[in-house]
């Protein structure tokens, strides 16, 4: 079994006894990137059909949001894409992209992860989170602490959505953030880096 053999939400949690709730968790003040990387994503959506397949919106524009977002916090957490992470023969698979703590041995050693991020394939955000939540589960057991909140991302590129696993409840932002306000979304991948290398912190 895999993370993607998850189809659901409510899977992982008859699986795992968790409980859902929904709120708007995520507080972010809207911000700005720097003015060149804005420049660099208005010239991809201007000269690219950046949404005509799953693998160019992977490259033009969900990788590019997310390396911008990590530069801030590239001397305290690692950001890996396409890396297999293994809890048990359940809890198996590769994120998309995930955001863990930096190795003490180094960049080619996964550290804790923090943030699981899955690419909503078709834009559908159902099987996404099904997806996402399994990675949160595993994240949670291989880091030994179910107190300390992991986060998740399912994104179409489009439309950002933002979900937390703590201790057994699962919470689902309600407000999702969008590419076309983008000082809303960077303010929102801010709020959830910032709060996930926090949390990791008080933990150390």
Not at 15 to 28: A, C, H, L, M, P
Not at 94 to 110: A, C, I, M, N, Q
Not at 132 to 156: F, H, M, R, S
Not at 176 to 182: H, N, S, W, Y
Request: include cysteine.
């Amino acid at each position: 079994m895999a993370f993607s053999d998850f189809k659901t939400v409510s899977e992982v949690q008859q699986q795992f006894r968790i409980t859902y709730s929904e709120s708007d968790f995520v507080k972010g003040e809207p911000s700005k990137p720097s003015e060149h990387f804005l420049e660099e994503l208005a010239f991809t959506q201007e000269h690219f059909d950046v949404f005509t397949s799953e693998a160019i919106r992977t490259e033009a524009i969900i990788f590019p949001v997310l390396r911008e977002v990590y530069k801030a916090y590239a001397d305290i957490c690692a950001l890996w894409v396409r890396k297999s992470i293994v809890y048990d023969d359940i809890l198996t698979g590769t994120p998309d992209y995930f955001v863990s703590t930096k190795s003490e041995l180094g960049k080619t050693v996964v550290g804790s992860p923090l943030i699981l991020m899955v690419e909503a394939k078709k834009n559908d955000f159902e099987l996404g989170w099904g997806q996402c939540l399994a990675e949160l589960v595993a994240a949670q057991k291989i880091n030994d602490d179910a107190a300390c909140p992991v986060y998740g991302i399912v994104t179409d590129g489009k439309s950002w959505e933002f979900g937390r696993l703590s201790g057994d409840v699962f919470t689902q932002n309600i407000t999702p953030f969008l590419l076309a306000k983008f000082p809303e979304l960077f303010g929102a991948l801010n709020a959830v880096f910032e709060a996930a290398t926090e949390t990791d912190s008080r933990h150390a």
